[in-house]
């Protein structure tokens, strides 16, 4: 493949990374905004930014940070070094966190069918989010990182993984809580619901949404320029 294909590819892969990574802080925001609990992939966040007085984007740095030492433990040799940039998307991800919960404030969801409509559509964005951020095989932000990680070493489905690694967050989340705060804080049955739902979504999506297979043949096509 010429060299000007190579580089429309590779464009094209990043802005659907960009995209993904666009998706899934709205979608955290959002299901934060319902108010029925934050999505299993920040619930630690969200319980140790209540307990410390910091932002939920703040801690979300902090705990990807985490996520991505964890990463590197997990794939050694395998680590490929331009993942390192995961630091600075994990920056602009997190502050794009608190700017999306900041803009959510004007949206009302004091009512029950508001919050299940803002939790419902922030489980389906994630899910979309995180498959087009995955799709492209290029950088990934440390949540999905961490979990594709996981996804290599077990040989498991990348969903299966990753509802599976949110489960554990979420019920790290109620013990933090209870242990730091005396009372459930952020955790609730969305959070659960996400926990298990989410993963499930993107293997669904994987399976039947087109534009997803098309995104990773560009991958594919760079691979075998």
Request: glycine letters at 10%.
């Amino acid at each position: 493949m010429r060299a000007g294909s190579f580089g429309s590819h590779l464009g094209q892969r990043y802005a659907w990374f960009a995209l993904g990574v666009c998706a899934n802080a709205f979608a955290i925001a959002l299901i934060a905004h319902s108010g029925l609990g934050v999505g299993a992939i920040s619930s630690v966040s969200y319980v140790l930014a209540a307990a410390s007085g910091l932002s939920f984007g703040t801690l979300t740095f902090v705990v990807n940070a985490l996520f991505i030492v964890g990463e590197i433990a997990l794939l050694r040799r395998d680590f490929h070094p331009i993942q390192v940039l995961q630091l600075p998307t994990n920056m602009v991800f997190s502050a794009m966190i608190d700017v999306s919960s900041a803009a959510l404030d004007i949206l009302p969801a004091d009512t029950w069918p508001a919050r299940i409509a803002a939790f419902a559509a922030g489980c389906v964005l994630l899910a979309l989010g995180v498959a087009i951020e995955v799709a492209p095989n290029v950088i990934l932000i440390p949540g999905e990182g961490i979990e594709r990680a996981i996804n290599v070493v077990s040989g498991k489905p990348f969903g299966t993984c990753k509802a599976t690694f949110e489960t554990a967050l979420a019920l790290s989340a109620i013990a933090l809580s209870l242990l730091l705060l005396g009372r459930i804080e952020g955790v609730g049955v969305g959070t659960v619901i996400s926990a298990v739902c989410v993963g499930r979504i993107v293997n669904v999506l994987n399976l039947r949404l087109p534009l997803l297979r098309h995104i990773a043949l560009l991958a594919q096509d760079s691979v075998g320029m």
